[in-house]
């Protein structure tokens, strides 16, 4: 399959929550604090792809602060795709659940995209000023109630949610069972994910690379063999 085909599987949004992730073969989100280093070209694309489809893309503040996250910015064909099926002129904004209002300046670049803060009435009484910047959707008076926030993004129009992680945020999504569907990217690396002190243990710089032996589907499971490259998977 090439990667426009790849694309086009993606076209069709739930009326609802949709989550994108990537893991690692032995279980990480992230390598070295972030998801970046487990990604390639055609995982990105495909990042930007679900964004063209969403009417909001929300975040846990912690991702936005490892990921360093700006605007959503589309490209020109993904601009008139979303103008021609839905009557969307402008990207998605970016929706960030945070408890402390702790967010990257990169996150305000374009003052015409103003991000949603997603908090609670605790915070946004403490910190009145975080409305100078940003849309604030209070759901919660101590802490954030996900439940509340879907519904409240979907009567405001965005009704097609966008979950870019992190993984704490998406616990707390299946744990509500708000999650309508999932894409998860599996990445062809090792990352170490479980870290130890164990003396003189050995840390990765940069994640290992497996190559793809085979993928099977039975029943809706797929089974994946992943081998060293120059290792022959033929068993």
Same mark, same amino acid.
């Given at each position: 399959?090439?990667?426009?085909?790849?694309?086009?599987?993606?076209?069709?949004?739930?009326?609802?929550?949709?989550?994108?992730?990537?893991?690692?073969?032995?279980?990480?989100?992230?390598?070295?604090?972030?998801?970046?280093?487990?990604?390639? +070209?055609?995982?990105?694309?495909?990042?930007?792809? *679900? %964004?063209? #489809? !969403? @009417?909001?893309?929300?975040? =846990?503040?912690?991702? $936005?602060?490892?990921?360093?996250?700006?605007?959503?910015?589309?490209?020109?064909?993904?601009?008139?795709?979303?103008?021609?099926?839905?009557?969307?002129?402008?990207?998605?904004?970016?929706?960030?659940?945070?408890?402390?209002?702790?967010?990257?300046?990169?996150?305000?670049?374009?003052?015409?995209?103003?991000?949603?803060?997603?908090?609670? +009435?605790?915070?946004?009484?403490?910190?009145?000023? *975080? %409305?100078? #910047? !940003? @849309?604030?959707?209070?759901? =919660?008076?101590?802490? $954030?109630?996900?439940?509340?926030?879907?519904?409240?993004?979907?009567?405001?129009?965005?009704?097609?949610?966008?979950?870019?992680?992190?993984?704490?945020?998406?616990?707390?999504?299946?744990?509500?069972?708000?999650?309508?569907?999932?894409?998860?990217?599996?990445?062809?690396?090792?990352?170490?994910?479980?870290?130890?002190?164990?003396?003189? +243990?050995?840390?990765?710089?940069?994640?290992?690379? *497996?190559?793809?032996?085979?993928?099977?589907?039975?029943?809706?499971?797929?089974?994946?063999?992943?081998?060293?490259?120059?290792?022959?998977?033929?068993?």
């Amino acid at each position: 399959m090439n990667p426009d085909e790849l694309l086009a599987l993606y076209r069709d949004p739930p009326d609802g929550v949709r989550v994108n992730m990537i893991m690692s073969l032995d279980g990480s989100a992230a390598f070295g604090g972030r998801a970046g280093p487990l990604s390639d +070209a055609n995982d990105q694309n495909l990042l930007l792809a *679900l %964004r063209t #489809h !969403a @009417d909001v893309v929300l975040v =846990g503040a912690g991702t $936005v602060r490892a990921e360093g996250y700006g605007p959503v910015r589309l490209t020109t064909d993904q601009c008139v795709e979303r103008w021609e099926r839905w009557g969307l002129e402008s990207p998605p904004p970016i929706a960030v659940v945070t408890h402390t209002g702790h967010v990257p300046a990169s996150l305000f670049a374009r003052p015409a995209q103003r991000p949603i803060l997603v908090t609670t +009435a605790r915070l946004a009484h403490a910190h009145p000023e *975080l %409305r100078e #910047h !940003a @849309d604030l959707l209070i759901a =919660g008076d101590t802490a $954030v109630d996900l439940a509340t926030v879907v519904k409240t993004l979907q009567a405001g129009g965005m009704r097609r949610i966008l979950c870019e992680g992190g993984p704490t945020l998406l616990d707390e999504l299946v744990a509500n069972d708000l999650v309508d569907e999932m894409c998860l990217t599996i990445s062809p690396t090792l990352a170490a994910a479980a870290t130890t002190d164990r003396p003189g +243990a050995q840390a990765l710089t940069a994640p290992t690379r *497996l190559a793809l032996g085979h993928v099977v589907t039975v029943q809706d499971y797929v089974y994946l063999r992943y081998v060293r490259p120059g290792h022959d998977a033929s068993g």
